[in-house]
């Protein structure tokens, strides 16, 4: 089959023939991907930025926002059959830790990432596991849903855990209005009475930003509730967390920049600094429902699986409105 491969850092992947994946173990399942998401994550791979956390051996194939139809299914999958829809969590898990029982799938201590950790989904097929599936209506193209696996998940979680924080009344900022932020506006707007503001630098994505339902208006120099920062480098961090309130929180979920700040800022202000990564499986699941509902819609751009290279370079000079998806 045809896979997107990372074969070392600093270098554009390439598109080349592997080995299909098999079936190893009772409950691993193989998916026919029908739409895998570029994201801006595939860029800081590229550039190493993940080497050490993941320690993948290269080459290795990318592709961590992944939906399609399920192919073959371990001797001991009873959730999904041969032919069913599927978006895939992102990190399949052991099901048996505390975090697992909990519910907290982004902290198991024994899940694997596809596409950061090993082989991912910009390829024909990919091997996930059971717990990893959630069912789609059958009506679902795959590749209209495949971003809302990561990106989406991303910002459903952030926005899910601000939710008590934004009463009416209050303000939520939104900084960038790339992939992941167009998600989260959607989410805030179906979720909470709050009044969303965007910054954004590209006048694209503010006119995008507004028609899903943010508002352009000014704090009165008080600052945010709440701050959804999905850029969190070239500077955004700083702004983001100066437009907190008081008491405020400020929410890390994009990532690159560091975070310079007086403790006698965190202190007297008693402003709160949250780090986001993923979702969980509930979270992907709940946010189907709203896509399913047409309440969170992608913007987004096909490419074929050996455009993949032209789809990373679009992504990387902001020449993509939304979200750039492989479908092989
Ligand atoms: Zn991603
Ligand atoms: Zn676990």
Not at 84 to 102: F, N, Q, S
Not at 162 to 175: E, F, H, N, Q, S
Not at 213 to 236: I, P, S, W, Y
């Amino acid at each position: 089959m045809k896979a997107v491969r990372l074969h070392a850092y600093h270098e554009q992947p390439v598109v080349e023939e592997v080995p299909e994946p098999k079936i190893g173990g009772p409950l691993d399942v193989i998916v026919k991907i029908g739409g895998a998401g570029v994201c801006r994550t595939d860029l800081h791979i590229i550039l190493g930025q993940w080497a050490a956390a993941m320690g993948v051996a290269m080459p290795y194939t990318l592709g961590h926002e992944n939906a399609g139809w399920v192919h073959e299914v371990g001797s001991a999958v009873t959730n999904v059959q041969v032919g069913d829809t599927v978006i895939l969590h992102p990190t399949p898990t052991c099901g048996l830790c505390r975090a697992c029982r909990a519910g907290q799938d982004m902290h198991c201590i024994a899940s694997s990432f596809p596409g950061l950790s090993r082989d991912g989904g910009m390829a024909e097929y990919l091997l996930t596991s059971a717990r990893a599936c959630v069912k789609l209506d059958p009506r679902t193209r795959p590749r209209d849903v495949a971003a809302l696996a990561d990106a989406g998940i991303t910002a459903y979680h952030a926005v899910r855990k601000a939710i008590p924080l934004l009463y009416p009344g209050t303000t939520c900022v939104v900084i960038g209005a790339g992939g992941l932020g167009h998600i989260g506006i959607q989410c805030l707007a179906a979720l909470t009475a709050t009044t969303i503001i965007v910054v954004d630098r590209s006048p694209d994505a503010l006119k995008l930003a507004e028609q899903l339902g943010a508002q352009h208006t000014l704090t009165g120099g008080r600052g945010a509730e709440v701050v959804l920062d999905f850029v969190a480098e070239e500077g955004a961090e700083a702004d983001g967390f100066a437009m907190t309130a008081r008491a405020g929180s400020y929410y890390v979920i994009g990532y690159g920049g560091t975070l310079h700040i007086p403790t006698l800022d965190i202190i007297s202000t008693e402003r709160n600094i949250i780090g986001n990564i993923v979702g969980t499986y509930n979270e992907l699941a709940e946010l189907m429902v709203l896509a399913e509902a047409g309440k969170v819609t992608l913007h987004t751009r096909d490419y074929p699986l050996d455009a993949a290279p032209e789809a990373l370079a679009d992504l990387d000079a902001g020449r993509v409105r939304g979200r750039a998806i492989l479908v092989p």
